[in-house]
């Protein structure tokens, strides 16, 4: 489990038969070993070897297909985060790593000291997001400030856009999305109730 506050920027370096390969920084690889956990834009991968200031992870054909970590190309910026322990502070909301779909950039604004993105979603994701509520962008956790049919925007405070990958998004560039878990188990739970009908 992680919480969508990312603690480091790494890069994508390429594909090998080992997996895929990224450079992190030698702080972070002091905490990483054979078997660790880790969320890379947002997508929970398992270390299969560390190396240097080099980690390998296997990526599934599913996971390729639900995320945009094929598209990703050597030397672009990733966000990494560890996963939460019992003694990390849960600053952002509950982010599993499991991505529910791909997003796409659409609008990047000024606004004061902030920017504001507009992503669009897709339409099934559309019942899991609500003004004010959380979603995960490439992982980072962010509040929802408005919502439209097929998109939402989201503020991004002066820290955020500069310690995340954030500040090398472009119009086009596509984003991973994964919507609160709370708000899929309550659907869930309401819909075996009776209450909501699709």
Same mark, same amino acid.
């Given at each position: ?8 920027? $790494?890069?994508? &370096?390429?594909?090998?038969?080992? +997996? ?6 030698? @702080?972070?690889? =002091? ?32 996971t390729l297909k639900a995320t945009v970590l094929g598209n990703l190309q050597p030397n672009t910026l990733v966000n990494l985060e560890l996963p939460v322990t019992m003694n990390t502070f849960?600053? $952002?909301?509950? &982010?599993?790593?499991?991505?529910? +779909? ?6 990047? @604004?000024?606004? =004061? ?77 309401? @819909? ?7």
């Amino acid at each position: 489990m992680f919480s969508g506050i990312i603690t480091h920027l $790494g890069t994508f &370096v390429k594909r090998t038969p080992e +997996g895929f390969v990224f450079a992190i920084p030698l @702080k972070l690889m =002091k905490q990483i070993s054979e078997g660790t956990s880790i969320a890379i834009n947002g997508v929970c991968l398992t270390v299969n070897k560390a190396k240097n200031n080099t980690i390998y992870a296997d990526v599934m054909p599913e996971t390729l297909k639900a995320t945009v970590l094929g598209n990703l190309q050597p030397n672009t910026l990733v966000n990494l985060e560890l996963p939460v322990t019992m003694n990390t502070f849960l600053s $952002g909301h509950i &982010v599993q790593g499991h991505v529910d +779909g791909v997003g796409i950039i659409k609008e990047i @604004k000024n606004k =004061k000291n902030s920017k504001i993105l507009l992503v669009k979603h897709p339409a099934r994701l559309s019942k899991f997001i609500v003004e004010k509520g959380s979603v995960a962008v490439n992982g980072i956790s962010l509040t929802i400030v408005q919502t439209k049919k097929d998109s939402f925007t989201v503020a991004i405070t002066p820290y955020t856009f500069r310690a995340t990958m954030l500040h090398a998004v472009k119009i086009g560039s596509f984003v991973n999305l994964e919507v609160d878990i709370l708000a899929k188990y309550t659907r869930k739970l309401l @819909k075996g109730k009776g209450h909501e009908k699709n």
